[in-house]
């Protein structure tokens, strides 16, 4: 199967290891770097005392580089849970974006992954339900990669699930549905396993689904959810 990706700069990280029990890659784990530039984050990624890594890193102008080949474990994921799935390192690719989270993600940088995104889903046959950010995995440590990406785009160009503007239900619930325990139950449906405070699943679907979301549970927070069928 695939190993480096032609088109990438090939910049070797240590920070590897092989997959565990014969697993092949089933997710793509987006990140956002948080460092004041692609450089930096280059640095790190490839320090074997960081002892963290990603297959791929994307910098705002588009530039592609490569740390670790697709059949091998990259350490980017930590501790998490999909799908009722733990070891996400052994069962993803890791693509780090070079952004600090508190603005848009280039027009480049996007160009760049959707290309990207492509190949490695026909390559390892993942499904776009199966693209998710690290806050998914991770609700209750991580916020990567933020509010500001634009998981929209790549669902219209079926390289992310469809959120709420596939529609639904939702508004049409009955106040009394509209509690917490219904919301768990829909969003573990989706993937969201991880066994997390409320506050914390809550605000990870919102960074996923619906970023502008403040307050209290709402009806708007469950659209999102009701299309979606347990994958995989």
Known sequence: MA??????????????????????????????????????????????????????????DGTLWQLVEEDQRAWHAGAGQWCGQEDINSRSIGIELDNGGDHPFS???????????????????????????????????KFDPGARFDWA??????????GAEA?????LMEPEMLDMVRFRAYARDIGYTAPVEDAALLRAV???????????????????????????
């Open 153 to 162: 785009r790549l669902a219209r160009q079926g390289l992310a699930r469809p």
């Open 3 to 60: 190993g480096r990706t032609p088109d990438a700069i090939w910049q070797p990280s240590p920070n590897f290891t092989a997959r565990r029990d014969g697993l092949t890659p089933q997710l793509v784990v987006l990140h956002y770097t948080a460092m004041t530039s692609a450089e930096a984050a280059l640095e790190r990624l490839c320090d074997p005392e960081a002892e963290v890594s990603a297959h791929y890193l994307i910098g705002r």
């Open 167 to 171: 529609g639904g239900g939702a508004g």
């Open 206 to 232: 919102r960074l996923r689904y619906r970023p502008q979301g403040r307050g209290a549970l709402c009806a708007a927070d469950f659209a999102p959810l009701g299309q979606a069928e347990l994958w995989g």
């Open 107 to 141: 027009e480049p940088q996007m160009r760049q992954l959707e290309d990207l995104l492509a190949g490695v889903m026909q390559r390892w046959a993942i499904p776009p339900e199966g693209v998710i950010g690290h806050s998914d995995m991770a609700p209750d440590r």
